[in-house]
């Protein structure tokens, strides 16, 4: 399609179906400023293994570090995890959904402004790269976008003020064509699904950085903990996680 007839469909839908706030219905926007003012991101993150004990800015927790074996062997485990805001917030839930399922990439923009205050709430180190959690290439023609690497994109330019950080998006590819994670039962089974689904590129140095991993949702964390792992093993230094909210909490 042309530039111009791409222009000519977007006014044709946006006509037809003119863009409102998603939650108060004012016109010409997915969400309006007063609504987006409105949703709350979170003040206080709970640990990302064991998703119960309260730690400065969602950092792992010594339990779940001992645990692993963490200190002993460097095993690959996360270092922190932001959930920005609660999925139980309807405008959050809608929105989330609108983006992944009826193909809104201009979502983006809210939600990845959400993941921003969340970022700019914590303490944590500034990355010095973005990596978005990556689609396999059957379900990326299939949306069109990877609607991760949107949000890391945002972050990217948005989080400091003069500069961009560096954003990865072809550092991790998706081998396996996983089912979603939301139409897996129980948590082993997730595990499984999930389990060698990621390869690296060789091509990009990742030694010692601190690396910022962008999902849109988390359900178990199975998805994030496989890139976190692979990640690791190949050198990286601190990765930190960072999505919209949990869609299932063991809280
Ligand atoms: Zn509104
Ligand atoms: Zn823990």
Request: hydrophobic fraction near 35%; charge should be positive; glycine fraction near 4%.
């Given at each position: 399609m042309t530039r111009f007839s791409q222009k000519l469909k977007k006014i044709i839908i946006d006509t037809i179906f003119p863009i409102k706030c998603i939650s108060c219905n004012t016109e010409g926007f997915w969400i309006c400023s007063?609504?987006?003012?409105?949703?709350?991101?979170?003040?206080?993150?709970?640990?990302?293994?064991?998703?119960?004990?309260?730690?400065?800015?969602?950092?792992?927790?010594?339990?779940c570090k001992k645990h692993t074996g963490f200190s002993k062997n460097r095993i690959a485990i996360l270092d922190g995890f932001i959930d920005a805001c609660e999925y139980s917030n309807p405008t959050v839930s809608k929105a989330v959904h609108l983006f992944k399922y009826r193909f809104i990439p201009d979502l983006h923009i809210p939600l990845g402004d959400l993941l921003i205050k969340a970022f700019q709430k914590t303490n944590l180190p500034l990355p010095d790269i973005i990596v978005p959690?990556?689609?396999?290439?059957?379900?990326?023609?299939?949306?069109?976008?990877?609607?991760?690497?949107?949000?890391?994109?945002?972050?990217?330019?948005?989080?400091?003020?003069?500069?961009?950080?560096?954003?990865?998006?072809?550092?991790?590819?998706?081998?396996?064509?996983?089912?979603?994670?939301?139409?897996?039962?129980?948590?082993?089974?997730?595990?499984?699904?999930?389990?060698?689904?990621?390869?690296?590129?060789?091509?990009?140095?990742?030694?010692?950085?601190?690396?910022?991993?962008?999902?849109?949702?988390?359900?178990?964390?199975?998805?994030?903990?496989?890139?976190?792992?692979?990640?690791?093993?190949?050198?990286?230094?601190?990765?930190?996680?960072?999505?919209?909210?949990?869609?299932?909490?063991?809280?």
């Open positions: 007063r609504c987006q003012l409105k949703i709350a991101t979170r003040d206080e993150h709970v640990c990302g293994i064991c998703e119960k004990t309260i730690t400065p800015d969602g950092r792992t927790c010594q339990a959690v990556p689609l396999h290439q059957k379900r990326l023609r299939w949306r069109g976008f990877n609607q991760s690497e949107l949000l890391a994109n945002h972050i990217s330019k948005n989080l400091l003020p003069n500069s961009e950080i560096e954003i990865c998006p072809n550092l991790l590819s998706r081998i396996k064509n996983t089912s979603p994670q939301m139409k897996v039962k129980d948590y082993q089974s997730r595990q499984q699904n999930i389990a060698n689904a990621f390869c690296l590129s060789p091509n990009i140095e990742i030694k010692n950085k601190t690396i910022l991993l962008v999902d849109d949702i988390a359900t178990t964390g199975s998805t994030i903990n496989e890139c976190v792992k692979i990640l690791k093993k190949s050198g990286g230094g601190d990765v930190f996680a960072i999505v919209i909210a949990r869609q299932e909490t063991k809280r």
